[in-house]
């Protein structure tokens, strides 16, 4: 018997170490389980931040500063623009055309291009290429408000047209006119307008350089130019170029370019050129210019100066007893009058012969120089007025 209580205690023993190993596990796992969530509770921690490792290492960064400040000159920039943007005005023009088949009539878009208030009566300055034509113009004001405009007046020699609209008062804003007799190279100039149709458009440069001459739309040169390097595109044509003061002293009508796009070359017709043909064509429709009341023809070879092919009967120059060009029935030729000077001004074209009279106006008395038959002589006449 005592064999078999033996077996049986072992037997109980061996269970008791079962039961006692099995709990002990029970017991641990639960521990790892309550370890891992305890883990997963608790938050991950972040990386550094660069400007917390810069402090870690004795780097100190500023922080930005919210306050948006301008310089001076950008200022004085956005102040130009809102003081003279209200003066540019946006002009598109069209063809009227009647459809071949349905002899419907039907408005064909043409062009378009800038220009400015002249005054508060609605006149409108731009160039003459602008509106050249052209069967119906619309000005576009500042405030977006669109207007019919009639042509009143245009200068193709000058490349300069007048525009009028019937518009309130209120809301047309004269640009104030400077000059342009001061001008110097490397002055800051800005010119507003419309390229490729984009309205109120500001681009800023320099006068790169004066005196330049361009042909006009009516084949004459334009003198005393003004060159710039300020952006001008399809579109800036007729828009202001301004000093650094808002004052007009240029309108831009031209660029040099091989692409037709602004390559740093651009040309303005100087304000003191507008100044005295604004108000004649606003007066009169054109400019009345002097005139010595003859017709001139076409420069031939190896003679220089300026050939009188005809004089207008009743003039100034029948009475002071020029000389026109005469052709017998036998087809022959008689060159009329050279003149070669005004006033001791030589006279080598004539281009030279219109631009020198500008300089006067009807009434005053001037000398000419002139080669009739190879004699060297001179008269006196009055200046005519331009028919």
Excluded at 140 to 149: F, I, M
Excluded at 220 to 240: E, K, L, M, W
């Amino acid at each position: 018997m005592s064999s078999d209580f033996k077996n049986i205690f072992r037997v109980l023993g061996l269970l008791i170490l079962m039961a006692l190993g099995f709990f002990a596990g029970v017991a641990w796992t639960n521990k790892a389980k309550a370890t891992d969530q305890e883990s997963l509770a608790e938050p991950t921690a972040q990386p550094q931040s660069i400007s917390e490792k810069a402090q870690d290492i004795g780097i100190d960064r500023p922080e930005a500063d919210k306050t948006f400040r301008l310089t001076p000159d950008e200022q004085a920039t956005i102040n130009l623009f809102e003081g003279a943007s209200p003066s540019v005005c946006f002009i598109t023009t069209s063809n009227v055309r009647r459809d071949y088949f349905t002899r419907n009539m039907m408005e064909i878009p043409r062009g378009s291009g800038s220009g400015f208030v002249w005054d508060r009566k609605g006149h409108i300055v731009t160039n003459f290429h602008v509106v050249k034509g052209a069967n119906r113009l619309q000005v576009t004001l500042a405030d977006q408000t669109s207007w019919s405009a009639e042509l009143i007046g245009a200068a193709p020699e000058k490349d300069l047209a007048i525009l009028k609209i019937d518009a309130p008062r209120e809301k047309l804003a004269p640009i104030p006119v400077g000059t342009s007799e001061n001008l110097l190279v490397g002055q800051a100039v800005f010119a507003i307008g419309n390229p490729f149709g984009l309205d109120q458009t500001l681009t800023t440069g320099i006068v790169s350089a004066l005196g330049r001459e361009i042909e006009s739309v009516g084949g004459i040169p334009i003198r005393d130019v003004i060159q710039t390097d300020a952006a001008i595109n399809p579109g800036n044509s007729g828009g202001p170029l301004l000093d650094s003061s808002g004052r007009l002293i240029g309108v831009n009508t031209a660029i040099y370019s091989p692409s037709g796009a602004s390559a740093g070359i651009g040309f303005s017709i100087p304000v003191d050129v507008v100044r005295w043909v604004v108000p004649e064509l606003i007066a009169y429709g054109k400019i009345k210019r002097p005139s010595l009341g003859v017709e001139l023809t076409r420069p031939l070879r190896d003679i220089e100066g300026a050939l009188v092919y005809e004089v207008i009967p009743g003039s100034s120059a029948e009475k002071a007893g020029i000389q026109p060009t005469l052709i017998n029935r036998y087809g022959q030729v008689r060159l009329g009058d050279i003149i070669i000077s005004m006033n001791d001004v030589p006279i080598k074209s004539n281009n030279d012969l219109i631009l020198e009279l500008e300089k006067y106006k009807p009434g005053d008395v001037v000398r000419l120089g002139l080669m009739r038959e190879d004699q060297e002589i001179e008269i006196r006449l009055p200046l005519d007025t331009s028919r």
